[in-house]
């Protein structure tokens, strides 16, 4: 509570007055990150419809935009911006290890089952 | 012998004690830590519904077409629209969070307190819209026919419009009495009848020349494949097995059961969630009001339960992603 409040965003581009300005500043961010999404998965131009690395263009960009939207959310409404670099390494970097551990393992699996699935040795669909 | 004190050389390093090295009080630290935990739990379930997806990537449900129901707008057909909305509230909800710890900062009792309650009041909103879009899911539209291997038949017209079974099955009074325990077999039971039998289904589709079936397989450009009509009314009177309306654990009309139940298990939990978040801001909301922190000069609760309501609304962000987006 004690410790002095950061208040730029944009590593510095941007630069609020209060605190209260800052948060404003932030929902104005997320909702024009989430009406990008909803616009764009309403729409899903064709464009966005090719793969990259066995996924979707458009499956993507909602990935990265989430984890944009899940930084400010931590950085700014739960003022990690403002702790130490121990804590905040302590939290930040333990959940994002474990997470993509954990969801390369299962959707790894998961594919493989697939495969399994579909090259014809097992049907499921009889 | 002088004394016992015993020199360690870390006097006055961080972490040589009597100091708070992460210059965050205990109860703020357990809080994150609680976090990272349960963030973990959440991204277990996130994972696993990725890894049922993974392995039904060509027939696994679109979501724009389960999810597009908005209150007061019946039989209109709008993707998205609601859960966008919800988002938006939950997001909402944590800015006015936000607020209250700021206030509280500043020991503004009276800003605190507004705060808080229009807090609550948007945790509130977000928990009945979640109740409405369970209901919904439950009931479910067009109805389904299950085949033997567990597979969905659904029915378009030839617009590609979804039907309802309800609107072209023929009823025949077959008389299928409901298995209560009383009768037959002790101690077993059958769940409600489904509302029509295949075999109405399949005469009324046989009446209607301009039904076709689509099954779950996606083709190459995302979309369900659709069956000729010679085809439909085979795989109909072959495989189909159960007529199915709305979801639940065991079968769900929008296509893989196991989506219904990531589907309930999740958003049932987040929903869970935020339920205690509300009772804790509202615990916190009494506090304020009666002085409890105004007289302890500090407002560090609003902080510590701030964080686990900006937690949420983090997870909803994914959930959003992850169930109605990709």
Known sequence: MAHAQKLEIFRGTLKFKSNTDKIWGVLILLSVITAIEVVLGIYKPDILMGHIAGMKVLNWIFIILTIVKAYYITWDFMHMRDEKAGLRNAVVWTAIFLISYLSFVLLTEGGYIESVYSSGYITHDF | ?326
């Open chain 2, 1 to 326: 012998m002088n004394n016992t004190v015993v020199n360690t050389g870390t006097e006055g390093k961080a972490w040589g004690g009597g100091k708070e090295p992460l210059d965050a009080s205990y109860g703020k630290m357990m809080m994150w830590f609680f976090i990272v935990s349960d963030a973990l739990t959440f991204s277990g379930f996130l994972a696993a519904y990725g890894f049922s997806r993974f392995k039904f990537i060509d027939s696994w449900p679109i979501a724009d077409e389960v999810f597009t129901h908005v209150p007061f707008m019946h039989g209109q057909d709008l993707p998205m629209i609601y859960v966008a909305f919800m988002t938006f509230v939950l997001i909402m909800s944590s800015v006015t969070m936000v607020l209250a710890v700021d206030a509280g900062h500043h020991l503004n009792k009276q800003k605190v307190t507004i705060y808080m309650f229009l807090t609550i009041i948007g945790g509130l909103i977000f928990v009945g819209s979640q109740a409405w879009e369970w209901n919904t899911f439950i009931k479910g539209e067009y109805g389904a026919v299950q085949t033997r291997s567990g597979n969905l038949l659904q029915f378009v017209n030839a617009e590609g419009h979804r039907v309802a079974i309800s609107d072209f099955a023929i009823a025949d009074h077959s008389d299928r009495a409901q298995h209560e325990k009383k009768n037959g077999l002790w101690f077993t039971s059958e769940g409600s009848l489904p509302p029509f039998s295949v075999n109405e289904v399949v005469k009324g589709f046989e009446a209607n020349e301009n039904i076709l079936i689509r099954t779950e397989v996606l083709n190459e450009n995302g979309q369900k494949t659709l069956l000729s009509r010679a085809e439909s009314i085979k795989q109909l009177k072959s495989n189909g097995q159960l007529v199915v309306q709305g979801a639940n654990l065991e079968v769900n009309e929008y296509g893989k059961p196991i989506f219904a139940d990531f589907f309930f298990f999740i958003t049932g939990f987040h929903g869970f969630h935020v339920l205690s978040g509300i009772v804790l801001n509202i615990i916190i909301f009494f506090n304020v009001l009666v002085g409890t922190y105004e007289r302890r000069k500090s407002y560090e609760m609003v902080e510590k339960v701030g964080l686990y309501w900006h937690f949420v609304d983090l997870v909803w962000v994914f959930v959003f992603t992850f169930f109605y987006l990709v």
